[in-house]
């Protein structure tokens, strides 16, 4: 069953195959090279990607708080509310946050029926404006160990917008 000539064959399609798996490898070596040694500086980067990230920042020109209270609409905050009503309601009921009618002066952790985590306490006593807009920037910066999972509103505009139309909400 197996002479001579099955035996070549076979050895002779196993060398070509792994003659061919050898060539493959080294064209591919060839075209898709990604450094290594011998090529040498001249072949380092084809292009330059710019990022953020790159030059020197210059930094926003700040804006106190009460010229940006000045300029804040309602009408825009209530838009900027649909990123809050997946957790929070307006109409006095808990739901994974707690509700957010009359938030604004409000005393924090003072929703009846609502668990807080006390992580809150850190921001201040009162929902003021001020402390409104510093802790919605970044809630987990504002209140470190806080249980709010939201990120956070980094425009100001989109902040004092939403407060604006908070405090249109009363109590």
């Given at each position: 069953m197996f002479d001579t000539m099955t035996m070549t064959k076979v050895l002779g399609g196993f060398c070509g195959a792994l003659l061919i798996y050898l060539l493959g490898n080294m064209s591919a070596e060839a075209l898709y090279h990604v450094g290594g040694e011998g090529h040498g500086e001249e072949h380092a980067q084809g292009y330059v990607i710019a990022?953020?990230?790159?030059?020197p920042k210059e930094e926003a020109p700040q804006v106190d708080f009460a010229t940006l209270m000045a300029s804040a609409d309602a009408g825009k905050g209530e838009k900027v509310f649909g990123k809050c009503r997946a957790c929070h309601k307006i109409?006095?009921?808990?739901?994974?946050?707690?509700?957010?009618d009359g938030v604004v002066n409000r005393a924090i952790d003072s929703v009846d029926g609502f668990n807080y985590s006390g992580a809150l306490l850190q921001v201040g006593e009162?929902?003021?404006p001020e402390n409104l807009f510093?802790?919605?920037?970044?809630?987990?910066e504002a209140a470190p160990g806080t249980t709010m999972?939201?990120?956070g509103l980094p425009k100001d505009a989109d902040r004092v917008n939403l407060i604006a139309y908070l405090e249109t909400l009363g109590g």
């Open positions: 990022t953020a990230d790159e030059g109409d006095g009921n808990n739901a994974t946050g707690p509700h957010l009162t929902w003021t510093h802790f919605l920037k970044k809630p987990k999972g939201f990120a």
